[in-house]
Structure formats: C-alpha cells, structure tokens
T-cell receptor, first 112, second 115 residues
C-alpha cells in the first residue's frame, strides 16, 4: 500500500472549517483514500473514503486532486469534540487483500 | 456502541500470568483484526483473520496467541508477557472479499498493563 504524508499537528478555532491535508504521491490506480480519527485512548473511527471523486457525508468532505496525489479532509464546522488524531490511509480494497496500515496522523486541536 | 465489543476494558497482569482478551462483533463482518498501540506510536497490525482463517501474522512474538473460533469472536491469549507489551490492544472487523462497505469498525480497546 502507498505511504502517506501528513502534518504532525494542526490547530483550528471552534466553529471554523478544519482542512487536513494528506500527500499520497505514490498512490496506485486501485487504491482508495481513507480517513479515520482517534479520540484519545479510544478506537479509531471511520470518517470517509474515496477513489477519485470528491465525497461528502454527515461527518466531513473529502477532496481528492485530479492526479490523486493528494487529498484534503474538511470538517466544515469544527467543534471541541473533533479534537483527535486524524489518519489518512491509502488502501487496496476488495479481495486484493488490502490492509489498514496506520501512520503517525495529524493531531488536530480545536480551540475555543 | 460501535458494534465491536472488547473485554475487559482494563487489565493488569504479572509477567507470569496467563490472560485472554476477547472481541465480539455484531455486524456480520467476515474479517477481524488485532492491533497494538503503544504510547506515542502508530497502531501496529498484529493479526488478520479472514473467514476464520489466519491470513497474516506480522512477526508477533509467540507469547501472543490469537484464536478465532467463529466469524463473530476473536481472542488474544497472553502468557509470560514483558513490561514493554503494555499498550492499548484494539480489535477491528470489516466486510472483505467483495461485499459492502470496506471500512473497519474498531472496538474501544483493552488497556493492558504488565507489571
């Protein structure tokens, strides 16, 4: 699976949009981009995933560049409860045996 | 409730003890996983079970022994652990092999302390 690069930490003001970048320049055509988050000492939580089109759900939006070498997770109105470590992962799915391999992630601090 | 339940939530054990961690998923998934998360480190994938068969063992010491008796249950048997094995142990499940959502659902973890 391709590796990803994320900033170690970011701050965001409560109520503002949090934009978390991820670089995955070696992504393959059959690899999806996944985002998870982990609130302190809890299990990671799935947020969103996509292949090449932008995606939106009730939690966040995922913007993938046309060349698929980078993506941005957008939390439109960050709250204090969004403080967590956010992981960007690229992964082959279906029966090609893709596993979820975590990197260091971005520690997002939402401040009042 | 995430659909993946881990017990116990906290465990303190001596180095000569034998204990087991339990994971149960109520989602109808066909793959289950054990991860280890040590302080200030990323999650490390330990074991992968697909359709109750172990398909991956990432160079994990033999003092950790997984068991998957059916698609809903996963155990991690522990014996003669070392203090450096103290960590958060996370179980996850997913629906693999061509069906449904490919995301993982994680349990809340077992915080293990080896003394």
């Amino acid at each position: 699976d391709a590796k990803t690069t994320q900033p170690t930490s970011m701050d965001c003001a409560e109520g503002r949009a949090a934009n978390l970048p991820c670089n995955h320049s070696t992504i393959s055509g059959n690899e999806y981009v996944y985002w998870y988050r982990q609130i302190h000492s809890q299990g990671p939580q799935y947020i969103i995933h996509g292949l090449k089109n932008n995606e939106t759900n009730e939690m966040a939006s995922l913007i993938i560049t046309e060349d698929r070498k980078s993506s941005t997770l957008i939390l439109p109105h960050a709250t204090l409860r969004d403080t967590a470590v956010y992981y960007c992962i690229v992964r082959v799915v279906r029966n090609q045996g893709g596993k979820l391999i975590f990197g260091q992630g971005t520690e997002l601090s939402v401040k009042p | 409730e995430t659909g993946v339940t881990q017990t116990p939530r906290h465990l303190v054990m001596g180095m000569t003890n034998k204990k087991s961690l339990k994971c149960e998923q109520h989602l109808g998934h066909n793959a289950m996983y054990w991860y280890k998360q040590s302080a200030k480190k990323p999650l490390e994938l330990m074991f992968v079970y697909s359709l109750e068969e172990r398909v991956e063992n990432n160079s994990v010491p033999s003092r950790f022994s997984p068991e998957c008796p059916n698609s809903s249950h996963l155990f991690l048997h522990l014996h003669t652990l070392q203090p450096e094995d103290s960590a958060l142990y996370l179980c996850a499940s997913s629906q693999e092999l061509g069906q449904g959502n490919y995301g993982y659902t994680f349990g809340s973890g077992t915080r293990l302390t080896v003394v």
